[in-house]
């Protein structure tokens, strides 16, 4: 593997960004009081009934998490006291005084995120419970390393602290997305097929020598998954796949109520799982026979631009004239147009997804599968074939109760599943006994 050292791109322009800390040169100093362990247990509990809208009021606290009276007012004091919870009077009145409703203050802070793809780039600004404050995308190629890629972004990150209205508060975190494996602990991606220039890259330590604000990195697939949970259609459900279905093919998963990244970070590459012994089929990973070979954005492009210069499809024909290649993007339009060709492609590619995650749902046992990625914004006929492969190759019991549906938050999903993953680690128990003491966590150590 690669290895990178610092690269020493500490320059922190204070005419551009708005300054948001003076880390790493100065640790801020703490404003309260350090809050023992047993104290931060019982505060995290207490945050997340909150932020999550679980719990609305001391009452449902005491009754939801079973801590005692005494000790969620002193908790519920605490949060009030740092910022983080605000109180008013306009909870549902059962007769008597008013219910006084606890909110999460999600105007505490902002964070910045960016999902990179194969192909493209989304950066936004947000609040603390995903909100999007400001927010672009264009075309990019991860392809073209590190370096070009991610000062792309300090520029896009740049113009967004600029011209966004009415950022609240300072910088709190920042997340990125990728399109290959990450290791979470070191936010470093290893080995990443589709990103030469890419492995071992220090990601989390480039922005957060820029930034001063805490860094988190994953792969795109589990920051989609992510967003779907705690802001789309998968929220509610404690068990699910979301399936993302771009140039290549991956999986997040949420398994018991937590996102399930595995022993090394590399839970849920089922683009790779071995379809075929067909050894013509190579993959871009080095394997033979890999679904994303056949079934990935990538694989239905090259299968309509067979099917165009075979002359099967004057549709996808045209599309080749005019731009030289066929994506997959066009096989899916020449589809909504009625083009059989390019129907039957996304039908054997559905079956072929589908039939991969039959297994999958044999083996896991989710209650929801969702399909996204730009491929899965194509017409109907991948989904209804993902669907019928599952039903029909799955145990009856795993599907009784199963739902497979559409991506809800479509091109957002990835930079507020972004925001999300920043934001639970910044409330998780090991990060925020480094942070509360200070008030908000740019410019405490140790947070990541
Ligand atoms: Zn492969």
Partial sequence: MQKWIGRGKT?????????????PDKERPARFAPLPDEALDALVVVLDEVRFG??????????????????????VGELIERGLVAEDDVGPSTGGRPPRQLTFRADGGHILVA????????VAVTTLDGRILGHHDEPARIEAGPDQGLDRVDALFDSLLRTTQALPGRLWGIGIGVPGPVEFDSGRPISPPIMPGWDGYPIR??????????????NDVNVLALGEWRSGVAAG??????????????AGII???HLHRGAQGSAGDVGHIQVTDDRSVVCRCGNVGCLEALAGGEAIGNAGKVAALDGRSPRLLAALDQRGAVSAEDVARA????DAVAMALLQDAGRRVGSMLASVVNFFNPSLIVIGGGVANSPDQLLAAIRESIYRRSLPLATRDLLVQRSSLGGLAGVIGASSMVVDQLFSRDAIGAWIAAGEPSGAPGVT
């Fill in 205 to 218: 330590e480039r922005f957060a020598a820029r930034y001063g604000a805490p860094v988190w990195v994953d």
């Fill in 54 to 75: 679980r719990s609305r009021s001391r009452s449902e606290l005491v009754a939801r998490t079973g801590l005692g009276r005494a000790i969620v007012a002193q908790r």
């Fill in 335 to 338: 589809a909504s147009f009625g």
């Fill in 255 to 257: 398994s018991d109520g």
């Fill in 237 to 250: 459900h404690n068990n699910v796949v979301v399936v993302k279905i771009g140039t290549g093919i991956g």
């Fill in 115 to 122: 999902d990179l793809g194969a192909t493209s780039v989304d």
């Fill in 11 to 23: 320059a922190y322009d204070r005419s551009v960004i708005p300054p948001s800390t003076d880390w």
